[in-house]
């Protein structure tokens, strides 16, 4: 079983709507993060979380909430969703036992917004 | 301001020959280095890293240099196979204190 997972794997979703992304991990690993993948423009961090009463807003987090609701698991929100919005996300975990860290990802969420 | 660039979109080499990727970041603070990989329709996997005590780090036929002085990093893939083909992503971080900030990708094509 993967260590990371992501739901939905792909999802199409009409301007205005509501959408959630939903992440589990099962590494034990206490920091949490969502990017999204544009085309030329690589990953960018949207919000992180390095234990579960920590958010913090990344490069991009305008349109975009989160909620950490255990260890294991941070749900990213679009609460109206636009087509620009259109792209991979990506959520990744790491120890924060480490100093220099590793972050491993899950396989990614391909959202289309109409 | 991007602290971490990798400055070719794309590259392409020969099969069996050498793969050498491009990174440079603006940021002295930066003191641990990532390359990740990633095949379409995954999510980017961990490749080989660098501490900044270090110039050069080896892992099979993945090799990464470090140069503080100039702030740049390379990857180097001898010899370069069709699996190969893939974006490659730099990434750096200070000691855990701040998310990895990514470059934006080269997408390496290796030719048969």
């Known amino acids: 079983d993967a260590d990371v997972t992501q739901t939905p794997r792909n999802r199409i979703t009409k301007t205005g709507k509501r959408i959630m992304l939903e992440c589990s991990q099962t590494?034990?690993?206490?920091?949490m993060y969502w990017y999204r993948q544009d085309p030329g423009l690589g990953l960018r961090l949207i919000y992180y979380?390095?234990?579960?009463?920590?958010?913090n807003k990344g490069e991009i987090s305008d349109g975009y909430s989160v909620s950490r609701q255990a260890q294991a698991k941070f749900s990213l929100s679009l609460e109206s969703a636009i087509p620009n919005q259109t792209a991979l996300y990506f959520c990744?975990?790491?120890?924060?036992?480490?100093?220099?860290?590793?972050?491993?990802f899950g396989p990614g969420t391909r959202l289309l917004v109409l | 301001d991007q602290q971490v660039k990798q400055n070719s979109p794309s590259l392409s080499v020969q099969e069996g020959r050498i793969s050498i990727l491009n990174c440079d970041y603006t940021?002295?603070?930066?003191?641990?280095f990532l390359w990740y990989k990633k095949y379409p329709a995954e999510g980017p996997t961990f490749l080989i890293s660098?501490?900044?005590?270090?110039d050069k780090n080896e892992d099979g036929r993945f090799t990464v240099f470090l140069n503080k002085s100039a702030k740049h990093l390379s990857l180097h893939i001898v010899p370069s196979q069709p699996g190969d083909s893939a974006v490659y992503f730099c990434?750096?971080?200070?000691?855990?204190?701040?998310?990895?900030?990514f470059g934006k990708g080269t997408r390496l094509s290796v030719i048969a």
């Open positions: 990744a975990t790491s120890d924060a036992v480490q100093l220099q860290e590793t972050q491993y």
């Open positions: 940021n002295s603070m930066f003191d641990y």
């Open positions: 590494k034990g690993h206490d920091r």
């Open positions: 660098i501490s900044s005590i270090k």
């Open positions: 990434a750096a971080s200070n000691s855990g204190n701040t998310p990895l900030v």
């Open positions: 979380s390095f234990d579960v009463k920590d958010i």
